[in-house]
């Protein structure tokens, strides 16, 4: 996944930082590589459609950033690169909160699509193919351009929204576990057909989709063994998360971050058997929220087992 790392901070909107990563300015130049009657002319039109490219896939992530914010999560981040969009949410670890943080994304191209559908009848029905010709391209390319996003997000492989639209529903059915891995295991499959269309149509946007897809299936999957792991383990009962009041689990389920070795950090009392690490502060394995471990100190009656 895309990080802040080589990326450009272009703007802060709503409390949240949009970058820009530069991989995006290689667009440019594979476009005359692979598409040389594109750059032939005049560029104003391509530009547009780049433009509009931006607006769509930004207002995407504005959407899921936005949802996040709605059900208690946090969102302030946004990453654009070449393979679309990424918000960086956390929401509270509900199917509910995570199924709206999720859905909201295509949404926001659900209700674009109609806006776009009214240029381009009014395109057609005006006869602007004959009349403006670039310009009737232009709003065709936006209209297309839309659909095909709303389309492609909506398939159900991980980790695309449809992929992570139907973790969430199986979340409210089989658990949080078991979700992630059967829509990882799903995601598995939809790698295989997006490698068999890439050998296909010869192509090596394609193959880099499939690349992608199959490296965040894969972490997925050992994401869902880690949380089996969880569900499974026993709990301390004389502690307990101060946000969502769960008991930790009893195991060596933290990572030091100097000696990248785990370790059970309540059983250590915060400090790395490896390398001596302090730590004062840890996240909490079920809902991911970050608090003092001093505050974890709470009646076991109090804790959410």
């Not at 499959?189 to 490296?215: H, K, P, R």
């Not at 996240?283 to 009656?301: D, I, K, Q, S, Y």
Request: glycine share 8%; aromatic share 14%; proline share 7%.
């Amino acid at each position: 996944m895309p990080t802040r790392r080589g990326s450009i901070r272009i703007f802060r909107f709503l409390g949240i930082d949009v970058y820009l990563h530069w991989y995006w300015l290689l667009f440019p130049l594979f476009g005359k590589i692979f598409f040389p009657t594109l750059f032939q002319g005049s560029i104003t039109w391509p530009a547009l459609e780049f433009l509009v490219l931006f607006l769509i896939v930004l207002t995407h992530e504005y959407g899921h950033a936005l949802a996040c914010r709605q059900v208690g999560g946090k969102a302030d981040t946004i990453v654009l690169w070449p393979l679309g969009g990424v918000a960086y949410v956390a929401p509270p670890q509900r199917p509910g909160a995570m199924l709206w943080s999720i859905a909201a994304g295509p949404l926001v191209n659900v209700a674009l699509f109609p806006i776009f559908s009214v240029f381009w009848f009014c395109s057609h029905s005006l006869g602007w193919a004959e009349i403006h010709p670039d310009l009737h391209e232009f709003l065709v390319s936006v209209w297309a351009t839309n659909l095909v996003l709303l389309i492609f997000n909506l398939l159900p492989v991980y980790p695309l929204d449809g992929g992570q639209i139907l973790r969430s529903v199986l979340w409210f059915f089989i658990g949080r576990a078991n979700s992630l891995m059967v829509a990882s295991a799903v995601g598995f499959l939809g790698v295989g057909g997006v490698v068999v269309a890439a050998v296909l149509l010869q192509s090596w946007w394609l193959g880099i989709v499939a690349a992608f897809i199959g490296l965040n299936c894969w972490t997925g999957y050992r994401q869902a063994t880690v949380l089996l792991r969880l569900e499974k383990a026993p709990r301390r009962a004389e502690f307990s998360c101060p946000i969502c009041r769960t008991s930790p689990p009893i195991g060596e389920f933290w990572g030091c971050g100097r000696c990248r070795k785990t370790f059970d950090i309540f059983l250590m009392q915060g400090v790395c058997p490896h390398c001596s690490a302090p730590y004062n502060v840890t996240a909490c394995p079920f809902c991911h929220g970050l608090r003092p471990l001093m505050e974890w100190n709470v009646p076991a009656t109090q804790a959410k087992l």
